[in-house]
Structure formats: structure tokens, C-alpha cells
Nanobody, 120 residues
Framework: QVQLVESGGGLVQPGGSLRLSCAAS????????MGWYRQAPGKERELVAA???????NYVDSVKGRFTISRDNTKNTVYLQMNSLKPEDTAVYYC??????????????WGQGTLVTVSS
């Protein structure tokens, strides 16, 4: 069974920084894509950033230049470095993994979510 464990959320002042981590464990043959989504109160979940196994990155326009996604393939871990945080970045951030296990159907796994609050 594959699981994702997220960490790094918390309360930060506007202009501050946080680093989120998401570690995957379990029977994983390959990972195609890992990404971070967020959901603010009363809003739909949106993709924030994603990174492929080859290192190609994609960001939502609102975080370009402020957030950086990276991954450590040896640790099956993805990171989201968030700088110059704004109150509108406040949300629950979810990690997502898409890949293949050694046995069974393709993986589309979600983490439990970590709350990021940007407030003075």
C-alpha cells in the first residue's frame, strides 16, 4: 500500500516562507508525476505545482516566481518551497502522486493535507 506523508505547514506572516515536504512510501515501481494542490475555504481544489519524473515543472500563474517545486527521486519525496507568501495563499495543501506499483492498478494517491495560514 502506498502512502504519502506531508509536513511543513503552519502559520507565517505575509512575505514569509515555508517549505512543504511529501514523502511516498510503499510498493512503488515508478512515479510519473508528483504535485501539490491546494483548497481554500469555499473554493475548489486547484493545482499549484507539479513535476514529472524527468524534472519538467508546471505552476499555476498565481505562484510563478514565488514557489518552487522539486523532488528527490532517491527518496520518493517532493518539496514545495514557498516564498513571498500572501494571505491568498492560505489553504490546505495536498500532495498527489501518479505512478505505477509493482502489482495492481495505476496509482493516483493523495496525502492527508497540511494547512498553510498566511496572516499577520
Amino acid at each position: 500500500q502506498v502512502q504519502l506523508v506531508e509536513s511543513g505547514g503552519g502559520l507565517v506572516q505575509p512575505g514569509g516562507s515555508l517549505r512543504l515536504s511529501c514523502a511516498a512510501s510503499g510498493s512503488i515501481r515508478s512515479i510519473y508525476l508528483m504535485g501539490w494542490y491546494r483548497q481554500a475555504p469555499g473554493k475548489e481544489r486547484e493545482l499549484v505545482a507539479a513535476i514529472t519524473s524527468g524534472g519538467m515543472r508546471n505552476y499555476v500563474d498565481s505562484v510563478k516566481g514565488r514557489f518552487t517545486i522539486s523532488r528527490d527521486n532517491t527518496k520518493n519525496t517532493v518539496y514545495l518551497q514557498m516564498n513571498s507568501l500572501k494571505p491568498e495563499d492560505t489553504a490546505v495543501y495536498y500532495c498527489n502522486l501518479q505512478g505505477r506499483p509493482w502489482l495492481g492498478a495505476a496509482l493516483d494517491i493523495w496525502g492527508q493535507g497540511t494547512l498553510v495560514t498566511v496572516s499577520s
